[in-house]
């Protein structure tokens, strides 16, 4: 089997929209009601197969505090991906997105960056029509996807759909001894077609 060099993947936005709560789904399946607030960053490792192919994802989870957001901005360089939470149920999160793609603009170092754009707690009462979160990703040139880490609903799908369009994505793999590797276009799931497929150019 096929096997890519480690991803580095960020997952980012305000505090309390869920990013660890998502970041344990997918990597353990568990959920944690009460999950404490991200202080600076963490960091997850997890080895998933995409269409074949092996990859070793490095998965950071950022901080949404302010106070927090200088510490942070080194860990933007030289990821392959993110993901950019908001919570279905606070309009609010989805408004600090913008600045969240900003934070994108200054401190990536790849151009190609792929992004995914991710309605989290959609077990909840919604404030946030899906057209709305489709809207804004569509509007920067993102993947979108509505999940909820409490019943692991889209949780997979989120991460399968950004390491293929990572792996698919000209550009990020120059320098890798794995380049030359493919990921084909196998008959993909239904709920798929609810994601736009963008690549964040920033």
């Not at 309009?91 to 991710?118: D, F």
């Not at 794995?178 to 798929?192: A, F, H, L």
Request: proline share 2%; net charge neutral.
């Amino acid at each position: 089997m096929d096997y890519v060099t480690a991803l580095k993947i960020l997952v980012i936005g305000e505090s309390g929209v869920g990013k660890s709560s998502i970041i344990l789904a997918f990597t353990t399946g568990d959920y944690n009601a009460s999950f404490p607030a991200t202080i600076g960053v963490d960091y997850k490792c997890k080895i998933m197969e995409v269409n074949g192919v092996k990859v070793k994802l490095g998965i950071w989870d950022t901080a949404g505090q302010e106070r927090y957001r200088t510490l942070t901005s080194s860990f933007y360089r030289e990821a392959h991906g993110a993901i950019l939470v908001y919570d279905v149920s606070d309009p609010k999160s989805l408004a600090k997105l913008k600045e969240w793609v900003e934070e994108l603009q200054v401190y990536s170092t790849k151009k190609n960056i792929v992004c995914l754009v991710v309605g989290n707690k959609i077990d909840k009462a919604r404030q946030v029509t899906r057209e709305a979160g489709q809207d804004f990703a569509q509007k920067h040139r993102m993947l979108f996807i509505e999940s909820s880490a409490k019943t692991q609903e889209g949780i997979n799908l989120a991460f399968e759909e950004l390491v293929q369009k990572i792996i698919e994505t000209p550009g990020l793999w120059e320098s890798s001894p794995s380049s030359n590797i493919r990921v084909g276009s196998d008959e993909r799931r239904q709920q798929e077609s609810s994601c736009y497929d963008y690549t964040c150019t920033i």
